[in-house]
């Protein structure tokens, strides 16, 4: 049962849960410039309802609103994915897709095929596009839509503070680069080789 300090008061906005949850994220995961953040999102599930029966383009608009607000103090890209009826594709800002050479797709996202969230951002944005795919570093699931095909891995979950924005459970992950090497490697440039070593490798 989630604790009640992890709630945001009834009293606050969508929008603010939403500038809440991701600017925790932000700062815990180091986003900025050149950093790509995925967000799947049930409006249905933030009102209350169960997933993919109820979308509202006004809550929609809200939560961009919020993600909005962060995005601009932090300077990270947005990708917004879309519902399983256009196989979660991600919306996003052409120039997002041309600097990483993704694989465009074809559809506009409308609340039936794409759902609200998705239609909300592809009409917010100056030359929207969609892609089949990405590999984001950090990402916001706001009423469990299941992000992690597009997350880079390796993926860490991340439990923010505000667990709900409206009636919609929250998860979060941020992404670190994979840990090779092995019981003789070492991560961090702190550590000294010991002499003699040199010996073990070519």
Known sequence: MENSEQRIASGVSIREQASSVLRELAKHAGLGPGKVVVVGTSTSEVAGHRIGTSGAIEVANELLAGIREVQDEFGFEVAYQCCEHLNRALVMERSLLNRLRLTEVAAVPIPRAGG???????????????????????????????????????????????????????????????????????????????????????
């Open 116 to 202: 609200s969230m998705a239609s909300g951002a592809y009409r917010s944005m100056k030359e929207p596009c969609l892609a089949e795919t990405i590999e984001a570093d950090a990402g916001i699931d706001i009423g469990e839509t299941l992000i992690g095909m597009h997350l880079r891995r390796v993926a860490v979950p991340y439990r923010t503070q505000v667990r709900y924005i409206g009636k919609a459970r929250v998860n979060a992950a941020f992404t670190r680069p994979k840990l090779i090497g092995g019981e003789r490697a070492v991560y961090t440039l702190d550590v000294q080789p010991k002499e003699g070593d040199a010996h073990l490798c070519d």
